[in-house]
């Protein structure tokens, strides 16, 4: 499975950016979404690689703090493509931020035999300045 992040750039504080996430394997498009935890993290240069939101098994958003309330996680309904409707950007906002399918959607899913989720996108940089 390979997952496809678009959407990052340069902006200024205070402006916004969508992040998108497409899921594939052999070029066509998969729900890996549908059994793996779409999620979205970030790296800035000298930090550790940090989880910035997730869509939890109830359907709804888990943000960390530094970014609640600016962000926004979404999924489509086939569960192929999520998104990261990013506002009022901060100049600390500013990283590589990687798409993941990173584990199982929910416990039921758990039990899936010979289920895999560890995929991850190539990253895209934000860069937010002053």
């Known amino acids: 499975v390979l997952l496809l992040e678009s959407g990052g750039g340069s902006v200024q504080a205070g402006g916004s950016l969508k992040l998108s996430c497409g899921a594939s394997?052999?070029?066509?498009?998969?729900?890996?979404?549908?059994?793996?935890?779409p999620a979205w993290y970030r790296q800035a240069p000298g930090l550790e690689r940090e989880l910035v939101s997730f869509i939890n098994p109830g359907g709804t958003g888990w943000y960390g703090d530094s970014v609640k309330g600016r962000f926004s996680i979404s999924e489509d309904n086939d569960k192929r493509s999520m998104y990261l409707q990013m506002n009022s950007l901060k100049t600390e906002d500013t990283a590589v931020y990687y798409c993941a399918a990173d584990r199982p959607r929910s416990s039921a899913h758990l039990r899936l035999p010979g289920l895999k989720c560890d995929y991850w996108g190539q990253g895209t940089q934000v860069t937010v300045s002053s």
């Open positions: 394997e052999n070029g066509i498009p998969v729900n890996v979404f549908s059994r793996c935890r």
